[in-house]
């Protein structure tokens, strides 16, 4: 499995961003797939995630404010990110499991200004 990311960017507060990330590459039995961010000096956490029967988990600080979806070909997932504030500023990756095994895709960097 194969993960490619898109849609990082500089933000000004309050404002919003969409990240994509599809899957390629032996897709099918794609579990679960969501994001995770990591700022520096912290350790990387979940964000959200899906599973392949739409089930969703977000994290506490982006409940209201995030929201995942899975493209119907179950092979894509996007984060859409509202009311944004400084503390989500982190690279965000994508993370798709399959076979009990976690494919990683590359970071995309969301940087947002107060």
């Known amino acids: 499995v194969q993960l490619q990311a898109s849609g990082g960017g500089l933000v000004q507060a309050g404002g919003s961003l969409r990240l994509s990330c599809a899957a390629s590459?032996?897709?099918?039995?794609?579990?679960?797939m969501g994001w995770y961010r990591q700022a520096p000096g912290k350790q990387r956490e979940l964000v959200a995630s899906?599973?392949?029967?739409?089930?969703?988990n977000y994290a506490d600080s982006v409940k209201g404010r995030f929201t995942i979806s899975r493209e119907k070909l179950k092979s894509t997932v996007n984060l859409q990110m509202n009311s944004l504030k400084s503390e989500d500023t982190a690279v965000y990756y994508c993370?798709?499991?399959?076979?009990?095994?976690?494919?990683w895709g590359p970071g995309t960097l969301v940087t947002v200004s107060s």
């Open positions: 899906v599973t392949s029967s739409g089930s969703t």
């Open positions: 590459r032996n897709v099918f039995a794609i579990n679960t």
């Open positions: 993370k798709a499991s399959r076979d009990l095994i976690d494919y």
